[in-house]
């Protein structure tokens, strides 16, 4: 069972990029109607009733409670995530959750809870004032079956989403929500919190999915029935694809604004495909290592020139693509169905006797390189400025690094700062 339940209008916000977070919530204690509506978690994979009974449910909007003192401990991370231009990024914390600007790095604002308090999920939409927060840790702030709507702009909660499982990770567009379940994942128009689309995945503890961000079409990317497969949703042209991308379990995939490339990784942990989402073609391999490795994050750059990578060994690699959204037809490109075809590689000294020695040596390897602590773990994204990274590690570290995209080696650091010091450090 999945239940739903919203604001009326007008408490209801028109979801946009344009708006900005406040400094201070806007105490709002006008009184508003509350409807609710529920599907089935276990109905097929074919859109609800679209005009379901709707009947009263009161809904209890939770209090914000005033920051505590700077001299509480630095809190514990659960929870990580850049916005979907990689401008900011959230932090969900033991006690409240945190947005901050990348460039320049400062903290925009915090909500700490008293009770309670975790937050195990923050999803933000762009820079506006609307997000998406689920409860975490061993005292989650709210149910872990439940996406909590807030408007920071009322400094609350104006909705709510329940389900029987844990809600593992949400997207947000301007005018979608995606929940993400173990098992299911379910898909709500943003304007009125209908439920459009449920769709069945393999067991997906890490809430795996990806969405488009350019307005129109939307391209929803998740892991599908079987060790390996993704799904691609493509609801402009309503078709499905499937795509065998690996022969062990999905660790990790990233999709461009466009929703044309996708970059996949194992839980091998060594290579990274990118395919094109329209036909499943495999486009390029790249080598992220010979050891196994826990791949924490994918993230492709603006222009989809450059690919970022993340995992436990303590490197941030950066690899050169020589693919663009659309190009199906390239002529490095490959189907799906026979992954294990060598990939041409400029950079490889031993490409003229490709076939004869193992894959490895023909490999294509990252273009640059950052060394962290190895068995942290840190996400990673492109920053604003030419040729640079954006990287968060769940010990609070935020570092920005520069890339020479020419003669690549080592990133230069830039920046580096521990955004869980007390408030009078910023």
């Known amino acids: 069972m999945a239940t739903l339940s919203a604001f009326a209008p007008p408490s209801w916000p028109d979801p946009n990029s344009n708006a900005t977070f406040l400094s201070e919530p806007i105490d709002d204690t006008s009184s508003v109607a509350d409807s609710s509506m529920t599907a089935d978690d276990h109905a097929p994979q074919s859109p609800p009733d679209p005009n379901p009974n709707v009947h009263s449910n009161p809904f209890s909007v939770p209090q914000e409670l005033p920051t505590p003192p700077a001299s509480r401990s630095p809190p514990s991370l659960f ?21 901050y600007n990348c460039d320049p790095f400062r903290e925009l604002f915090r909500r700490d809870f008293d009770n309670g308090g975790g937050i195990g999920v923050v999803e933000m939409l762009f820079r506006c004032n609307i997000l998406a927060i689920v409860g975490g840790g061993p ?10 709507i807030w408007d920071d702009h009322q400094g609350r909660c104006i909705g709510e989403l329940s389900f029987r499982s844990v809600v593992r990770s949400v997207r947000l567009r301007r005018d979608r929500i995606v929940v993400v379940l173990e098992q299911k994942i379910y898909v709500y128009n943003f304007a009125d919190l209908k439920l459009l689309h449920q769709i069945e995945t393999i067991a997906n503890p890490k809430g795996l999915c990806a969405v ?32 065998m ?29 990118i395919f094109n989402t329209l036909d499943g073609t495999l486009l390029q391999e790249v080598r992220r290592g010979a050891d196994r490795a826990e791949i924490y994050s994918l ?64 490999s294509e390897w990252s273009v640059a390189q950052f060394r962290l602590l190895e068995g942290s773990q840190y996400i990673v994204a492109f920053g ?23 003669n690549g080696g080592e990133m230069t650091q830039l920046e580096y700062h521990n955004f869980l010091k007390p408030e009078e450090a910023f």
């Open 384 to 406: 604003h400025q030419k040729n640079t990274v954006v990287i968060l590690g769940m010990d609070g570290s935020f570092y920005r690094c520069e890339f020479d995209p020419v």
């Open 79 to 99: 929870h990580l995530s850049f916005n979907q231009d990689h401008a900011c990024f959230a932090a969900g914390t033991d006690h409240g959750f945190r947005i």
């Open 212 to 243: 488009s961000q350019v307005a129109g079409s939307l391209v929803l990317v998740c892991p599908g029935l079987q060790k390996g497969q993704v799904r691609v949703e493509h609801y402009g042209s309503k078709r499905t694809k499937f795509i």
């Open 299 to 362: 993230a492709f750059s603006s222009t989809a020139q450059w690919l970022a990578v993340s995992s436990d060994k303590g490197t941030v690699h950066v690899f050169n693509l020589k693919v663009n959204s659309g190009s199906s037809g390239n002529e490095n490109s490959r189907t799906a169905s026979d992954p294990n075809l060598a990939v041409s590689s400029s950079n490889s000294s031993l490409s003229f006797i490709r076939g004869v020695l193992p894959k490895y040596f023909s």
């Open 245 to 273: 991308a690996h022969d062990s379990r999905l660790a990790c995939f990233a999709l461009t604004p466009d929703g044309q490339l996708l970059a996949t990784s194992s839980n091998k942990g060594t290579l990274v495909r």
């Open 139 to 148: 005292d989650p702030q709210y149910p872990t079956n439940k996406v909590m």
